[in-house]
């Protein structure tokens, strides 16, 4: 009885063990929070600090604290290793905290980073190129106003059929990620009636949506295409694609589908930006639709 008693003791004691085993290889290591990070990445968040005015942030507890601490700096989030003691920063967390500046080229050098919040700050400049590419790539997550993501401000798009009245319409799309469509609509009253007007839709699009056709603009070289692109035909469509860019405006019109390759695939983009966001919020009416040349047509 004594053996049988000793050995279900024995049993059981194994499988205390092998769960507890389990849960210590489950739990997250704190060993890398008192490692702190390499070097190279404190020295990052250091530039990022001194370069934004980090001693007027409203939120800078722990910053600058000796090595090993980063981890505990606010907006600072990192990932301990498993399989390597090695610790990384992969979430910056700085929205709306009074940054000042522009983010230095340094900071490209938290190879790790997978998210970057940087809403609601006074920041100028683009983000690094190494930061860039990386959200161009999807690798990194990026919440930060247009400007520091693309240089362009406003993207201005308009389409019309020489031999059809009322089928001209003209997409505007901003940094601030506003849209109007501006349609030329035929009131149609009597079978005869030529009379007609403009339709004006607003809404808001998709966060990011704005940034990423300014990457594709540069991608595809719109900013070093032809003005023009005709072909030797009657009746056609038209496109007129106007893009402003560090403040200065660049227009390419495209009749006849008479552009490369590059110049359709942008021109769909815009169309599909319109056209995938959320419904049309404002709806009203005018005499006529602004044309570009206008002062103030594209608001």
């Known amino acids: 009885m004594t053996r049988i ?22 739990r997250p290591s704190h060993s890398g ?19 934004t005015d980090g001693s007027h942030w409203k939120h800078h507890e722990g910053w600058l604290e000796a090595p090993g601490t980063e981890c505990r700096w606010d907006g600072v989030r990192c990932k301990h290793g498993v399989l390597e003691p090695t610790t990384t920063v992969t979430r910056l967390e700085l929205l709306e905290n009074n940054l000042r500046g522009t983010i230095p080229e340094a900071v490209g050098q938290l190879a790790h980073l997978e998210e970057l919040y940087l809403v609601g700050n006074q920041l100028s400049g683009m983000l690094p190129d190494a930061l860039l590419g990386r959200w161009r790539t999807g690798e990194l997550f990026v919440a930060a106003e247009s400007r520091l993501l693309t240089d362009v401000t406003e993207i201005d798009f308009e389409f019309g059929a020489s031999a059809l009245l009322c089928q001209q319409h003209r997409v505007v799309l901003r940094s601030d990620r506003s849209a109007e469509l501006f349609t030329k609509r035929c009131r149609n009253a009597t ?7 403009c339709e004006v839709k607003d809404r808001q699009i998709w966060p990011g ?5 300014g990457w594709l603009l540069e ?10 692109y005709d072909r ?18 660049h227009e ?17 983009a815009i169309e599909g930006v319109a056209s ?11 005499p006529e639709c602004p044309r570009w040349s206008e002062p103030g047509a594209a608001r």
């Open 33 to 51: 929070e008192a490692q702190g990070v390499s070097p190279q990445e404190r020295q990052a968040l250091v530039t990022l600090y001194g370069a």
């Open 209 to 213: 949506e704005f940034e990423r056709l």
């Open 252 to 268: 390419v019109v495209d009749y006849a589908g008479a552009g490369p390759f590059e110049l359709w695939v942008i021109q769909q």
């Open 232 to 249: 030797d035909i009657t009746d056609g469509a038209f496109a007129s694609t106007r893009v402003t860019r560090s403040g200065k405006p």
């Open 219 to 228: 991608k595809n070289g719109f900013f070093a295409l032809a003005a023009d």
């Open 5 to 26: 008693l000793l050995t279900l003791g024995l049993i059981s004691c194994f499988f205390v063990c092998v769960e507890c085993l389990g849960q210590s290889a489950n």
């Open 276 to 286: 995938s966001s959320s419904e049309w919020q404002k709806t009203t009416t005018r």
């Open 191 to 197: 079978p005869d009636d030529r009379t007609t007007f």
